[in-house]
């Protein structure tokens, strides 16, 4: 997800006013996204599906799957080239989370599936959710380090003004079949059989994809790893439940800004291990370094400061 936007005398401004899956959208942009998406093709990221999204010039484009390290590739790759062509056609592309208060903020949700030898682990249909007994683990795993994968997935300040509840951005610690509301949604399979992925949407464009997908990757294999369980899934929105109600489900709303993350990731030391003492060591102090530099920011600063940088 990103929003085009264009410079004008009062500022960078959404360059419509358009609504989710707006057709009128479509025509007034055709040029740019057809740009886009040919561009996208010409480098091997085949394009399946685009449409206008909720807010006022935000658009999303979703290109096929691939393995986790080429996948990461594509991801810088389909940043730079999206932002090179808006630039062309004098316009700006953001993928900053949170850009406008009142409208939907920028996700860059993960899909993923688990194989081997040719053949998708996720399938079980006699499983919870039609789900394996792997994958299960694996999203245990996942959902038991979010507090501190976060730090790594949604690792700008800017990143948790996205994640709020009722804004399907994944605010709670759970996970739900076809629920927009969990930290992991499962999708339903249209054919009735089982899903063949799962989406984690604490995740945005302000990460490292290679940092995110490696972490994603670790937390999920210390779930096999340690064979964690699954809880239960939920099928509501979490925001809608009270706190008791949360807690007797094991329900938890999940950090709200980026230095409760960085102190979770400071203690999670799977996740460090996986990082490499080096590597962890630098990360959490340059996030401890922008969290002291912008804890206090207001939107509009942060806006000013990270809208062309991400």
């Given at each position: 997800?990103?929003?085009?936007?264009?410079?004008?005398p009062?500022?960078i401004?959404?360059?419509?006013n358009?609504?989710?899956?707006s057709?009128?959208?479509?025509?007034?942009h055709?040029?740019v996204?057809?740009?886009?998406?040919?561009a996208?093709?010409?480098?091997?990221?085949?394009?399946?599906?685009?449409y206008?999204?909720s807010?006022p010039?935000?658009?999303?484009i979703?290109i096929?799957?691939?393995?986790?390290?080429p996948?990461a590739?594509q991801?810088?790759?389909?940043?730079?080239?999206?932002?090179?062509i808006?630039?062309?056609?004098?316009?700006v592309?953001?993928?900053l989370?949170?850009?406008?208060?009142?409208?939907?903020?920028?996700?860059c949700?993960l899909?993923l599936?688990?194989w081997?030898?040719?053949?998708?682990?996720?399938l079980?249909p006699?499983?919870?959710?039609?789900l394996?007994?792997?994958?299960?683990?694996?999203?245990?795993?996942?959902?038991?380090?979010?507090?501190a994968?976060?730090?790594?997935t949604t690792?700008?300040?800017?990143?948790?003004?996205?994640?709020?509840?009722?804004?399907?951005s994944?605010a709670?610690?759970?996970?739900?079949?076809?629920?927009?509301?969990?930290?992991v949604?499962v999708?339903?399979?249209?054919d009735?059989?089982?899903?063949?992925?799962f989406?984690?949407?604490?995740?945005?464009a302000?990460s490292?994809?290679?940092?995110?997908?490696?972490?994603?990757?670790?937390?999920?294999?210390d779930?096999?790893?340690?064979?964690?369980?699954?809880?239960?899934?939920?099928?509501v929105?979490?925001g809608?439940?009270?706190?008791l109600?949360?807690?007797?489900?094991?329900?938890?709303?999940l950090?709200?800004?980026?230095?409760?993350a960085?102190?979770?990731?400071?203690a999670d030391?799977?996740?460090?291990?996986?990082?490499?003492?080096e590597?962890?060591?630098?990360?959490?102090?340059?996030k401890k370094?922008?969290?002291e530099a912008?804890k206090?920011?207001?939107l509009?600063?942060?806006?000013?400061?990270?809208?062309?940088?991400?």
């Amino acid at each position: 997800e990103f929003y085009l936007l264009q410079p004008t005398p009062e500022g960078i401004l959404p360059v419509d006013n358009s609504v989710f899956a707006s057709t009128l959208a479509m025509d007034q942009h055709q040029q740019v996204i057809d740009h886009i998406a040919e561009a996208l093709v010409e480098q091997g990221m085949p394009v399946e599906q685009y449409y206008p999204e909720s807010g006022p010039g935000q658009q999303e484009i979703s290109i096929l799957y691939t393995q986790a390290l080429p996948a990461a590739d594509q991801q810088i790759a389909f940043r730079e080239t999206v932002k090179a062509i808006a630039f062309q056609h004098h316009l700006v592309a953001s993928f900053l989370p949170k850009i406008l208060a009142d409208q939907a903020g920028n996700g860059c949700h993960l899909h993923l599936s688990l194989w081997r030898d040719g053949k998708n682990l996720l399938l079980n249909p006699e499983g919870d959710g039609g789900l394996s007994q792997v994958a299960c683990q694996f999203i245990a795993g996942i959902l038991h380090h979010l507090p501190a994968l976060m730090a790594v997935t949604t690792p700008s300040t800017n990143s948790y003004r996205r994640i709020r509840p009722h804004c399907w951005s994944g605010a709670f610690r759970c996970w739900g079949i076809d629920n927009r509301e969990a930290a992991v949604r499962v999708p339903s399979n249209p054919d009735g059989n089982s899903p063949t992925n799962f989406e984690l949407k604490t995740v945005d464009a302000s990460s490292n994809p290679y940092l995110a997908l490696g972490a994603v990757i670790a937390a999920g294999l210390d779930g096999i790893r340690n064979s964690l369980e699954l809880g239960e899934s939920v099928a509501v929105d979490p925001g809608h439940l009270t706190e008791l109600e949360r807690s007797q489900r094991g329900i938890e709303l999940l950090p709200t800004t980026l230095g409760e993350a960085i102190g979770n990731l400071s203690a999670d030391q799977i996740l460090l291990d996986a990082l490499g003492v080096e590597l962890a060591q630098a990360y959490l102090a340059v996030k401890k370094a922008e969290w002291e530099a912008m804890k206090d920011f207001e939107l509009e600063e942060e806006v000013e400061l990270l809208l062309e940088r991400y």
